[in-house]
Nanobody, 120 residues
Framework: VQLQASGGGLVQPGGSLRLSCAAS????????MGWYRQAPGKQREFVAI???????NYADSVKGRFTISRDNAKNTVYLQMGSLKPEDTAVYYC???????????????WGQGTLVTVSS
């Protein structure tokens, strides 16, 4: 199983950016997909999650500015980021809770990270 994240880049404060993360490989089901981020010199922190049933949860710091969505048919999760601030600068990592076979266990998988830089 692989998670491939994309969409990072340089954006000005107040701007928008959309991240994508596609899961591929031997996948039976995905119960949740989401995003974490790690700023320079800081610990990795939770950003957002979306379950297969459509439930979502956001970190307080991004509520109202970020929207997570998911295309279950494509095993892809998106993070639409708006009103970006310099403090949103970080490497963004996608993750997924994946079951590889019917009745088997679920495991967490992580993408390689994509850098978002918010600066003028």
């Amino acid at each position: 199983v692989q998670l491939q994240a994309s969409g990072g880049g340089l954006v000005q404060p107040g701007g928008s950016l959309r991240l994508s993360c596609a899961a591929s490989g031997s996948i039976f089901s995905i119960s949740a997909m989401g995003w974490y981020r790690q700023a320079p010199g800081k610990q990795r922190e939770f950003v957002a999650i979306r379950t297969s049933g459509g439930g979502t949860n956001y970190a307080d710091s991004v509520k109202g500015r970020f929207t997570i969505s998911r295309d279950n048919a494509k095993n892809t999760v998106y993070l639409q980021m708006g009103s970006l601030k310099p403090e949103d600068t970080a490497v963004y990592y996608c993750y997924a809770v994946i079951r590889r076979r019917n009745g088997g266990p679920s495991y967490d998988y992580w993408g390689q990270g994509t850098l978002v830089t918010v600066s003028s």
